[in-house]
């Protein structure tokens, strides 16, 4: 089994930047592809932003994409978002994900995922 707990999240003004944080244990040995989505209330869950293994394929959400920055430290089994300029509509639990069939912007390409970490932006 793998386990996924996100960190990093909280509240913050307009503007201002956050780094989430996403520590993977388990299956260390198999090489996993990650992602991040994210819920605001009442709306369904959205792709935020992918990598693969080698951290050579990245793939953002329309939404954030310039804003936001996915990066991963395989020595450290951790995958990092970067969010930058953020907005009250950023506001959401932000979801870690795993899997091993290759890097996806679906929700159902993923096996694995975290409780989840909320971020708040007030305006």
């Known amino acids: 089994q793998v386990q996924l707990v996100e960190s990093g999240g909280g509240l913050v003004q307009a503007g201002d930047s956050l780094r989430l944080s996403c520590a993977r244990s388990g299956r260390t040995f198999s090489r996993y592809a990650m992602g991040w989505f994210r819920q605001a209330a009442g709306k369904e869950r959205e792709f935020v932003a992918a990598?693969?293994?080698?951290?050579?394929?990245?793939y953002y959400g329309d939404s954030v994409k310039g804003r936001f920055t996915i990066s991963r430290d395989n020595a450290k089994n951790t995958v990092y978002l970067r969010m930058n300029s953020l907005k009250p509509e950023d506001t959401a639990v932000y979801y870690c994900?795993?899997?091993?069939?290759?890097?996806?912007?679906?929700?159902?390409?993923?096996?694995?995922w975290g409780q989840g970490t909320q971020v708040t932006v007030s305006s």
């Open positions: 990598i693969s293994w080698s951290g050579a394929i990245t």
């Open positions: 994900a795993a899997t091993t069939r290759g890097t996806s912007r679906l929700e159902n390409g993923y096996d694995y």
